[in-house]
């Protein structure tokens, strides 16, 4: 496949998905990494993406960098997070230690932990 080819099946996917791997390209393009690494930073210089830790982003793409606020994630996925939290929480058991990190779905894995011996 010739360069000119290469570059224009990188953009059509970027512009399809937004944002595309180095091993996605490389499967796609039937190409090395090295290959798709040299005709990345090209199309980067050239200002037709942006160049990324492990593929490209589209130049023009909206990216929410980012997170809801805490009272927004308190009410997503509220099912999802309780069977998680019941799950982790389940693998506990006496004299285990846990460090609890912060996180709406860790906060939930608290009402369920049943030792009752435990320090916070």
């Known amino acids: 496949m010739l360069t000119e080819e290469r570059y224009a099946a990188i953009l059509k996917r970027l512009n399809e998905k937004k944002a595309v791997s180095v091993l996605e390209l490389t499967e796609l393009l039937n190409s ?4 798709i690494r040299r005709d990345l930073s090209a199309l980067h210089r050239m200002g037709k993406l942006n160049k990324v830790h ?3 982003t589209s130049v023009d793409g909206v990216y929410q960098m ?9 009410s997503l996925h509220v099912d999802e997070k309780n069977r998680i939290a019941q799950c982790a929480a389940s ?4 004299n285990d230690f846990v ?3 912060a996180g709406t779905t ?7 932990l049943t030792e009752k011996m435990l320090f916070m």
Do not use: C, N, Q
């Open 32 to 35: 090395s990494e090295s290959t």
């Open 54 to 56: 492990g593929g490209a």
């Open 66 to 74: 980012t997170e809801d606020k805490t009272s927004v994630r308190h």
């Open 91 to 94: 693998l506990v058991h006496k």
């Open 99 to 101: 460090f609890l990190d």
């Open 106 to 112: 860790t906060e939930r894995m608290i009402e369920y």
